[in-house]
């Protein structure tokens, strides 16, 4: 069965956002970070538009190894780490960088045999609390893993809990505060990695040796109080659809299911091919903005799982087949994610793989 929706990727606006992130790096290495099959927009497709960054990161040993079988020659890290055995001899085997983050983690690493020259990013809890070692743990850890391994390739890693507020500036330096010590002590001057996209765009000072850019690669905002394109970024994703019936409503004729919206006055509606089977947030509200034929409108009454509807007041040549846009170019991810009172990185996200991708140059 045909269904319009479609999920236009611009592999060209991906190329872009990148540059956007090296303008603000200058130095610092890039590792993409891919996880989540590319915050939803595809993981091999959108490597190969990233393929000149310094390295990509990943959730799962499936998605690395996925690059790796695809001949990407990077450094690819799993930023969980590892949780057997098994995937350590894994990690070996496809000359994978691995975060180790727990003391269960380290007893695995030390009770392997290694081979080769271990790539390894220590990540530790300097106030997000949910990964990593204690501060104070660092360098016990450090030690055992030198002890292991003389001449393993070893990172110091955390990550920011509020670097996208810029009220929260006094907790950012905390982290940093806890940070310092650490690798101020070490003998051998320690690469780090601290900036997420938050941190790239708002402290430049935490930017050190690798950046771990994620929601401003696909063209989103990290920010609170600007969009992407304030940003200088491009949208990568726009989700498309098409009205596939048209109703003409009398007044206080109810619309969907729940019968939520009320018409005032005659008023003509469309029927969108989308819903919330297809990724679209079923909480948007009426109100939520849609573009038809180009021409901003809103939406009315409650997401079904396969279909929305839009008002078409006032809005003239438009009708069965017209073209829809729910998220991307001419209409940010971030006014959606607004009304629906969630943020982008779930829309992006949360896309069903039921929704076609297109790869497109512009």
Not at 64 to 81: H, N, S
Not at 141 to 151: A, E, G
Not at 244 to 262: N, T
Request: aromatic share 6%.
């Amino acid at each position: 069965m045909y269904r319009p929706i479609r999920a236009l990727i611009d592999c060209t606006a991906l190329q872009h956002n990148l540059s956007v992130v090296r303008n603000h790096t200058h130095q610092a290495r890039i590792m993409a970070v891919v996880k989540a099959d590319a915050y939803g927009h595809g993981l091999l497709r959108t490597a190969q538009a990233l393929n000149t960054v310094d390295g990509f990161a990943v959730l799962e040993l499936e998605a690395a190894i996925q690059l790796r079988e695809a001949g990407f020659k990077q450094p690819v890290l799993l930023l969980e780490g590892f949780f057997s055995a098994e995937e350590l001899g894994m990690i070996d085997h496809y000359r994978l960088s691995t975060v180790i983050h727990s003391h269960e983690q380290l007893s695995l690493l030390l009770a392997h045999k290694k081979t080769g020259k271990p790539d390894l990013f220590i990540k530790i809890n300097t106030g997000m609390n949910r990964l990593g070692f204690k501060s104070e743990e660092g360098n016990y850890v450090l030690n055992r893993i030198k002890q292991w391994c003389s001449d393993a390739n070893t990172t110091l890693m955390t990550h920011f809990s509020c670097a996208d507020d810029a009220r929260q500036t006094d907790q950012v330096n905390q982290q940093l505060d806890l940070f310092a010590p650490l690798y101020a002590k070490r003998e051998n001057n320690l690469p780090q990695t601290l900036a997420n996209s938050a941190a790239i765009l708002r402290y430049p000072g935490t930017h050190a040796d690798w950046v771990r850019p994620g929601i401003i690669l696909y063209g989103a905002s990290p920010l609170p109080d600007k969009t992407g394109i304030e940003l200088g970024l491009r949208p990568v994703m726009t989700l498309t659809s098409e009205i596939i019936a048209v109703q003409q409503l009398d007044p206080s004729d109810r619309v969907g299911y729940g019968g939520q919206f009320i018409a005032d006055q005659p008023m003509r509606i469309g029927v969108v091919a989308a819903g919330y089977a297809d990724g679209y947030p079923r909480h948007a509200p009426t109100g939520t903005p849609v573009l038809v034929n180009g021409q901003r409108t809103r939406l009315i009454g409650c997401i079904s799982m396969d279909m929305l509807t839009i008002d078409l007041s006032g809005i003239g040549g438009v009708g069965v087949g017209s073209p829809v846009t729910l998220w991307g170019e001419g209409l940010p991810v971030e006014e959606i994610a607004k009304s629906a009172q969630t943020i982008s990185y779930e829309l992006l996200t949360a896309r069903s793989s039921r929704v076609p991708s297109i790869y497109i140059y512009t």
